[in-house]
């Protein structure tokens, strides 16, 4: 099997079946990457990242992995589309500012079951970076290097940010289920789960 | 790569959170980006026979995607389910699913988001349904709402689960954001059972618990885990109306304490401006916590809460004194029961007339019938008569409360109107018999001739009499005074006359009927609208064009307004108006009435009724961009 390198650099040399074998292999995580954050526009972002991903091979200092350079360039497109959206003069600060703060709708990843419903809105209403650096962990299963690498921080920082993002993540949990709309809410059972989840 | 330990439930939850994307819509985006980065054209993608043309929205059941049907060549949505993961998969299998979606596709009712088909497709669930352009009904009452508004549009969702408790389906999950409101002002509740496919948990440990439903709505039994009923839709549309009427849930918004406080039953009704009191009386019975002492079905429900939207003089009739009733039931203390309910059950027997049996046994004949068309025809038979046996219970009903409730008729008017719905009762009965005996392709006709209980509200004036037409029976009937059976029998001296090409005699007739018309003073709208339609097949035959596309304006007008309108008889008028609109009005309103027309002779009885297909044919000659096939 052809390494991501290799495929990348037959896309470069013209070979769409390299590119449709290198999109396939990544497709879904970029997917989750945007979806989990935006409520729209999630398709035109994965567009972008796959292209520019191409274009600034180049321009490469040695990555960890051929990941962590995908998702750098995906994290710099979000960053971007979230520039061009913003109304006001300063940038978002990903540090500080949540995918909630910048678009309050509901993001594109819907969930059936309650918890992981609430889950899903929490992740959203943690910092952006902190956000990534989850996803990026559990989902993906990115290491703290490849992670460092993505968000261009030392790898210390990253185990840090992790245990942080863990317990923003938490608090965020216990408020939404506390401030449950009763609408939406599966009563006791979202309860247990959430103080599972705060005391886990 | 996962650190710590994987117990931690948030971990848990976090590491299964991945798998959220997976599916059709991951294919469906996927496709799409990588057509556009290579620079090809995306390949449409194909779900079964229908072409995936975008997606319109995300919802907590599921995606929801507009897309074509090549086959049937319309638009259609297709909404995913999302019965294929970890929860439900263990607990019921995907065929259950399959077959008990396949019994929601046979429900067809203007109320109802029509489901066309269900397909399967790589382990996840699709069902076709009718694409409704409009907004959903939390919506709309976002916007405020007159409570007559508000009110009539509750009733037309409750016809749409009358029609599903007939056919046997429970919604399980009624609420405003389930129902919709449509562009052309038609409501329509989806998603109809398909909370059960959500309420199955494969929990490892702890008793399992099985809920379906939105809390807020959800009546107390289906807390308790116990399966829902018809009643259980009741409780959830009053707990919706209520909601809507007042501004605020009856149950507060504690999530903890929901399950409790309904248990204890409903809050006193907070007297909503403009609201009669008799809405929140029946809106207080329907929340009862204990099933049985709620109305004795949806459909009772609604012929109570219907007449409230009747303008103020006649509800002052009806409900003036509801007040003062309440009042004096409290003063007397409990002595007996609330005379309204003893009212409500008041049924007449007219299970004997249109009950399981003759249900039964019309659905049988029919279906026995070789035609493809049979089966919509046995659905639309049954749900006419049960709007039918519903107006009947309601009427006798509203007899009974104006004696003994109200107090607003003697005993010698009630003798009148229960002599009046006996007539209906039995002139019911004959229907149903001749429906089981004709061919399926003129059960429509026959239904349509069904004399409605809307007439025994009509009292006797002493307004002078209509010019009689020169005919025996009808003159009898005028000689004892009674108008209404005399009108009876000049709208069926209409009819004769226009069969036998006797336009004078045909004229006389109508005219006799518009004299007795006006004397029974409280009209009918069944029968007047068929006489507006009588009236315009004669001035068609005349070639007074001017004054048949008066006629069926006016019938239209008020076909409208009826609560539950007979589909076939709206398409037959909107497809005579279409055909006779003035020369110089714009070609799209008759094409709008043809094509609406078209619509809803489908809905009511298939595609392949032979009726129906020549209504299509009659609307592919006036042209237009129907795009009728």
């Known amino acids: 099997m052809q390494t991501d390198w290799e495929l990348v650099d037959a896309w470069r040399g013209g070979d769409t079946v390299a590119a449709d074998a290198l999109m396939r292999r990544h497709i879904d995580g970029v997917g989750r990457f945007f979806r989990s954050k935006l409520s729209d526009g999630a398709q035109d972002l994965m567009q972008r990242t796959f292209v520019a991903c191409v274009k600034r091979r180049d321009s490469l200092r040695d990555p960890a992995s051929f990941r962590s350079f995908l998702y750098s360039v995906a994290a710099k497109e979000l960053a971007e589309h979230y520039r061009q959206q913003r109304k006001r003069p300063e940038p978002l600060d990903p540090e500080s500012e949540s995918a909630y703060d910048a678009d309050p709708t509901p993001s594109m990843l819907v969930a059936q079951r309650q918890e992981r419903r609430v889950l899903l809105e929490a992740l959203r209403r943690i910092p952006i970076n902190s956000q990534i650096v989850v996803e990026l962990h559990y989902w993906e299963q990115l290491s703290t290097i490849e992670i460092a690498d993505v968000l261009s921080v030392p790898q210390g920082t990253v185990k840090t940010r992790l245990r942080r993002a863990r317990a923003l993540l938490k608090e965020q949990i216990a408020g939404l289920v506390e401030a449950a709309n009763p609408l939406d809410a599966t009563l006791t059972e979202l309860g247990d789960w959430a103080r599972a989840v705060r005391e886990g | ?629």
């Not at chain 2, 382990?123 to 508000?150: I, K």
């Not at chain 2, 007040?323 to 609330?338: C, E, Q, S």
């Open chain 2, 1 to 629: 790569m996962v650190t710590g330990s994987v117990d931690e439930p948030l971990e848990g939850e976090l590491l299964g959170a991945a798998a959220q994307s997976r599916g059709f819509e991951t294919a469906r985006m996927g496709e799409a980006v990588m057509a556009a980065v290579l620079g090809r054209s995306p390949k449409p993608t194909q779900l079964g026979r229908y072409v995936v043309l975008d997606i319109v929205g995300s919802g907590a059941m599921g995606d929801v995607y507009r897309a074509y049907d090549p086959q049937m060549q319309r638009e259609v949505a297709l909404k995913r389910l999302r019965v294929s993961g970890d929860d439900v998969g263990r607990q019921r299998s995907r065929e259950q699913v399959l077959v008990e979606a396949r019994s929601m596709a046979a429900l067809s009712h203007p109320n109802v988001v029509g489901v066309y088909d269900v397909h399967l497709h790589d382990d996840e669930v699709f069902l076709a349904m009718e694409l409704v352009s409009g907004e959903t009904l939390l919506h709309w009452l976002g916007a405020g709402r007159p409570w007559r508004e508000t009110v009539s549009a509750f009733v037309a969702a409750g016809h749409g689960l009358v029609a599903a408790h007939a056919a046997g389906v429970v919604h399980r999950d009624f609420k405003p954001a389930n129902t919709l409101v449509g562009d052309d002002g038609r409501i329509c509740v989806t998603d109809f059972g398909l909370a059960q496919f959500f309420e199955a948990r494969g929990r490892d440990h702890g008793p399992q618990r099985e809920l379906a439903g939105t809390p807020m709505y959800m009546a107390p039994e289906q807390f308790a885990g116990a399966g829902a009923s018809p009643a259980a839709d009741q409780y959830a549309w009053c707990s919706a109306l209520w909601e809507a009427l007042a501004g605020q849930s009856p149950f507060g918004g504690d999530v903890s304490t929901l399950s409790a406080d309904k248990a204890a039953g409903p809050p006193v009704w907070p007297d909503v401006r403009g609201v009669p009191d008799a809405v929140g009386a029946a809106l207080c019975r329907g929340l009862a916590p204990d099933p049985t002492a709620r109305w004795a079905s949806m459909s009772v429900l609604l012929e109570v809460v219907g007449p409230c939207l009747a303008p103020r003089r006649r509800r002052a009739g009806f409900w003036g004194a509801g007040v003062l009733l309440a009042a004096a039931a409290a003063i007397v203390g409990g002595t007996r029961g609330d005379p309204t309910l003893a009212c409500a059950d008041a049924t007449g027997g007219i299970a004997t007339v249109w009950g399981p049996e003759q249900r039964g046994r019309i659905v049988r004949t029919l279906r026995a019938g070789e035609s493809e068309f049979a089966p919509a025809t046995a659905n639309y038979a049954a749900a006419r008569l049960d709007a039918w046996a519903a107006a009947w219970t309601g009427a006798q009903i509203a007899a009974c409360r104006d004696t003994h409730v109200v107090r607003s008729q003697s005993a010698v008017a009630l003798d009148r109107r229960t002599a009046c719905l006996v007539a209906v009762k039995e002139h019911g009965a004959a229907v149903v018999a001749a429906v089981t005996q004709v061919e399926a392709v003129v059960v429509h006709e026959v239904l349509s001739g069904l004399a409605w209980p809307s007439r025994c509200s009509a009292r006797d004036s002493q307004g002078p009499l209509g010019r009689a037409a020169n005919d025996e029976s009808l003159g009898e009937a005028l000689a004892q005074g009674r108008r209404d059976h005399a009108l009876d029998l000049a709208l069926a001296g209409v009819d004769e006359a226009l069969q036998a090409g006797q336009v004078d005699a045909a004229e006389a007739y109508v005219r006799a009927a518009w004299g007795l018309e006006r004397a029974v003073e409280v009209g009918d709208a069944h029968r007047r609208i068929r006489l507006l339609r009588v009236t315009a097949r004669l001035r068609q035959q005349q070639g007074r064009r001017a004054e048949q596309h008066e006629a069926l304006d006016s019938a239209w007008a008020e076909q409208r307004q009826l609560l539950a309108a007979d589909p076939v008889v709206t398409a037959q008028i909107r497809m005579a108006l279409a055909e006779s609109m003035p020369p110089d009005t714009d070609p799209a309103h008759a094409h709008g009435h043809a094509a609406a027309a078209v619509q809803s002779a489908r809905q009511a009885l298939g595609v392949t009724h032979p009726w129906v297909q020549r209504l299509a044919a009659r609307a592919s000659a006036l042209g237009g961009p129907g795009a009728l096939h």
